[in-house]
Structure formats: C-alpha cells, structure tokens
C-alpha cells in the first residue's frame, strides 16, 4: 500500500482540505462552482528523449569527477533519469547508472511488472527475491563494469542502510557524494522543464485568487484550502497542500495549532503549492480581509514587498546565491529588524530551489557560494514576521535565464490588489 508523504504544510496550515471536513456553506458553494473553470492547456511531460539526454549529461559529468557509477533511489531524482515512480520502502528500488553505458533497475521480483510499465529509458531491470540482498545485485553489476574499485556516487537523500549495506559487499570501494552528477543535471532545468513550472504557477495563481476573493467571514482554514484545491482540479494541475494562516498565526512561517477563523480586519496569508507532470510551484499572498489595512498592515506588506524587489534586483548571474540573502537582509536591518535571522524580521532564508521538488539545492541563505547560473529555479520570499501580531509572506518563483532573472509569477502591486 502506498504511504503518502509526511507534509510540513500539512501539518499546521491546514492541509490537504480532508475530505469529510465540514465546509462552510459558502466554500461548499464555492467549490461547486469552479466547474465553471476553464482548464488549462498543459505542456507534455517529459519525455524518453529528454531523459536520455539526461542520462548522457550525468555519464559526462561522473567521468569528469572521477566517479564510476551513481546509485539512486526512489524518489524525485529516480523519477527525473528513469521515469520510475515509486515510493520508498525497506526494500530497496533504485537505479545504478555507471559512467560508460546503460544503467540497471533493481527492484523487488514482485514489483517487475509495474517499474516495467513506468520505465522511460533503456535499462535492463534486475530483480530480487524477499530472502536475498539486493545490493549483491548492485555491487554485482559494478564489478561486471570494471568500476567496482572506483569512486562510487551515493545520491544526497539515499537512505544510510544502503551505504551500509553495499559497503559489507564492497569494503574497498570509496563512497562518495553523487552531488556533483545529480545535482550538476537536476539544478539547471531544460525549456521543457521551464515550460511545465511555468503552467503550474498559471494554475496556483488562478487558484489563489479563486479562493482569496471568495473567503467570507467565519471561514476557517480548511474552508479556502478546500477552495483552493478544488480549483486546481479543474484548472488541470496536482494540489500538493497549502499553508492557511490567520491572523496572529501568519507571524509563524508554519503556522500554529491555534483555532484560526477569517474575521474582518485580519490578515490572511496564503502559502500553496501545485505541480504539473510533477514539476512544481510554489507561490504566497498575504491580504487583509474585509476591511482596508491599517497603517501597520500596510507598511509590513509594502516592506516584503521592496523585500522580493531587492532580492531579485541582486539576482545576477555569476552572483554567489547568498548575496541574494543579504542584499533583502541588509535593508531589513536598516529598517530596525532582526539583526541577521532574529525577530521582529526575517527568521528563514530568502529563497530555496524548486523544481520536481518544492525545496531543492540550492537556497538563497547567507553563506552559500554557488553562482547563479542560466537555469536554476529559486523561490523568493522574504517574509517578515512580527511575533505574537501578525506576518507577512509574498512569494514568487524566478528562474535564471542569459539576459538574467525572470518571474513565473509576477508579484502583486500593493496590499489593495494582492492577487493582481
């Protein structure tokens, strides 16, 4: 049985609007609605020549690390080479790619069938039965390689068990990072990779305004979350869970257990994320309901705003992804917040990756010296939180292009027009 992951979102924000929760009348309503929606035309998924190229791109880039296989397991980065997937488990599915020649799938014999059906490149596909180890198989396929005495590449998110595991079938081999193979492909995106993050923030955007013009007093999280997640049904693209923060609760990035209901007056800030053909968006807004900003609301608003201007102003190519951060922390400083992390102010960086995964390599944090290169993808959200009052979080995806930065999403205007 498969076993949904675990989401910080889900956690605090809200959630996935469950089904069987009680919904307001008005959501309910709402909800019925969207079948008005029209859906959006969507880009293909990625495809076998894509992959291969791909696969062809990490070969280069192990032999010029000096690495003689990768291993991965399930996950973002199995899907990304293989097309494959699949959950994880304790047992092992994953691919071997060595660095001269086609890669293999090891796999459970009961589940030969079904990686079949998903596989997207040429592979031959390995399997193993409950009472044998399948990292025999791959140790197997490195000495059939002639690598087994080479640098072997363990993708960053592999579980411990599997290091430890082959190392008992391979005690000289030398384990090293594979990041320098998958995050060397997977941190710069294709156009086609482009074109499907671009479709889902088209889709977020649309399903944020949907909910955020339709709230209504009394309403709680689970009711425009609910909005939300119907609206990306029919608008095509995977809901993939939202934070629904209300006021006081929008000072925690993550929100709080706390009963959170819309009242006029409040601030509401929405966190959401959609993916098509599993490439992701990741987009905030921040209104007050009901009622016109106070002067406090408006300034914190139109200081995240300058916030997200500043960021991707200092966004250049060649730029080390951390001056991002303290380009936006430098001024919020000067405004009498934090210093560095601290509160009032900015307590998490000002963006992350983002890509099949929502969070990825690299983030826009203090300290981190990768250059910013033509087809990176970033968040970017300076959010600044005052606790115990309320927060504020604007956040739209760039990603890196030869003439510099450029929105998926085009941030709003101002705090009358937050979903402009």
């Given at each position: ?72 397991e ?24 060595p660095?001269?020649?086609e ?14 059906e ?14 044998e ?34 190392r ?6 030398q ?32 399903s944020?305004r ?6 209504r007093?009394?309403?709680?999280p689970?009711?425009i ?20 923060l209300i ?58 705003h ?7 102003t ?8 951390g001056?991002v951060?303290?380009?936006?922390r430098?001024?919020y ?6 210093p560095?992390?601290e ?26 010296t990768?250059?910013?290169?033509p ?7 300076p ?14 995806c ?15 205007p101002?705090?009358?027009?937050p979903?402009a």
């Amino acid at each position: 049985m498969l076993t949904p992951e675990f989401h910080r979102r889900a956690l605090l924000g809200g959630g996935l609007a469950l089904a069987g929760m009680s919904l307001t009348g008005f959501a309910s309503r709402a909800i019925a609605q969207t079948a008005g929606l029209t859906p959006v035309a969507l880009p293909p998924p990625i495809g076998r020549p894509e992959r291969l190229a791909r696969l062809a791109k990490a070969r280069a880039l192990m032999q010029r690390h000096g690495i003689g296989a990768v291993l991965v397991e399930s996950g973002p980065s199995l899907d990304y080479f293989t097309g494959i997937q699949w959950w994880r488990s304790e047992r092992l599915t994953g691919v071997v790619i060595p660095a001269t020649g086609e890669p293999i799938v090891v796999t459970p014999f009961f589940e030969k069938p079904s990686i079949e059906e998903m596989l997207g490149v040429p592979a031959e596909i390995r399997t193993w039965q409950e009472d044998e180890e399948p990292l025999k198989l791959v140790a197997d396929f490195l000495r059939e390689k002639g690598v087994a005495s080479s640098p072997i590449g363990f993708e960053e998110t592999n579980r411990f068990f599997l290091l430890d595991r082959l190392r008992k079938q391979l005690p000289r081999t030398q384990m090293v990072s594979a990041n320098p193979v998958v995050r060397g492909c997977r941190m710069f995106k294709s156009p086609a990779e482009i074109a499907l993050m671009q479709a889902a923030a088209d889709i977020m955007i649309a399903s944020l305004r949907y909910a955020g013009e339709r709230t209504r007093e009394g309403m709680v999280p689970a009711d425009i979350d609910a909005m939300i997640a119907a609206s990306h049904k029919t608008l095509g693209a995977s809901y993939d869970g939202g934070l629904i923060l209300i006021g006081e609760s929008s000072a925690y990035p993550h929100g709080s257990h706390k009963p959170q209901v819309a009242r006029r007056g409040e601030i509401i800030l929405l966190d959401c994320t959609c993916s098509v053909h599993g490439y992701q968006a990741d987009i905030s807004r921040t209104f007050v309901f009901g009622a016109d900003p106070n002067p406090e609301q408006r300034k914190l608003w139109d200081q995240v705003h300058r916030g997200q201007q500043i960021a991707i102003t200092a966004a250049k190519l060649g730029a080390p992804a951390g001056s991002v951060d303290d380009a936006v922390r430098r001024t919020y400083e000067s405004w009498g917040y934090g210093p560095g992390y601290e509160l009032p102010g900015t307590s998490h960086r000002t963006g992350h990756g983002i890509g099949m995964e929502v969070h990825e390599p690299v983030n826009l944090v203090h300290g981190e010296t990768t250059p910013l290169a033509p087809g990176m993808c970033f968040s970017d959200e300076p959010g600044i939180y005052i606790p115990g009052k309320f927060g504020v979080r604007l956040e739209d995806c760039f990603h890196m292009t030869e003439a510099g930065p450029k929105y998926f999403s085009t941030p709003p205007p101002s705090i009358d027009r937050p979903f402009a």
